[in-house]
């Protein structure tokens, strides 16, 4: 369990101790590297206010117009990479670079662990409205037991995801010549509103192992299960295999001509919810006929059977689920008050993602009993008690 704790139970430990919820959103003190000023406001709510009242968002876009002008490409060649599932906020970025600033994109895609149905037809519909796409689907027996490892080893199976999502579009520009590599929001600005993230319109690739990749990289998590409790054999994969879960070495980048991750959101303010009926008029977006359990909206990360357990899990180990998230950006872009985001929170935060939960323990090859082992084992003592047998919060938002 050291390489565990040296990781992830590190930065649970380095949270505050003494849970404080943001007196203008729904978010607490528990996320990782978000700020609270004297007066009990977040710096995810400081940043909205700066985007409102300070950012020249015509100076903004003028900036974007010339960034693409340096590498907008006339001879045929795709000029931009985005990453893209199909979702609302991906779509939004590709098919305004492709039919608002006239540049050739290629959407490329790190497949979800196992794909919803809606994800499919989102993904499709993507690509029907006009946007040429390469899929990269990894190694299934390989990516399987990677899960189960970032699972229990790291509290979260999705980790996965994370690492293709990231390295994958970086080792298709690299090998494709493509200089610019765009994605939709700024997670640090948007969410944690780390000031020293707002003002950047890119984030090098020297950051992304803090704070993407849960301090590790991807070869001490493959060196971690070869060597622990069967994990992982050197049958289950061929190096060939490997090539997409890791981004190219930061040298290798610059000599590429690729600065590192381009972000939509510094030039055009961020909405979530704007985006939704963007992609819905333009790229064939549609909503699931059900609300994502955990939440109450029906248009957020649809793709992936999986991606409740991500959620859940954060909850476990911070008291950060995904009703959290989703009602802190719309209270600070005003379509809800936080007397309503306090109500929803009540109602979804939490809720167990029971939909896919047979699909998840099939997955990853376990039990009911085992998964529940494990998720007891990420509980953080400072925000979890134990009341008449049934875990709770001690610290839930009033
Ligand atoms: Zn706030």
Redesign the pocket.
Known sequence: MKFKRSNIEQQVQQVPQEVKW?K??V?SNQRPRIIFDDEG??S??RNTDYKNNDVDWDAREKELVELLEQHRRTDGHWDVIVPSSGGKDSGYVAHQLRYKYGMNPLTVTWSPLQYTNIGIQNFTACIDSGLTNILATPNGRFQRKLARLSFEELGDAFHVFVLGQLSYPFQMAKRLGIKLVFYGENGEAEYAGDPEYVDKPYKPSKEWVGQHFKGLTFRELLDYGLKNKDYLTEDDYAESDLIFYEPPAADELSEAGIKGIHFFSYFHKWSPQENYYYCTEHTGFKPNPERSEGTYSKYSSLDDKMDGFHYYLRYIKFGLGRCLEEA?HEIRDGHITREEGVALMRRYEGEFPAKYFKDFLEYLDITEEHFWDVVDSWRADHLWAKVDGKWELKHPIV
């Open positions: 943001c203008k959103c978010v406001v977040c995810g709510c802190s």
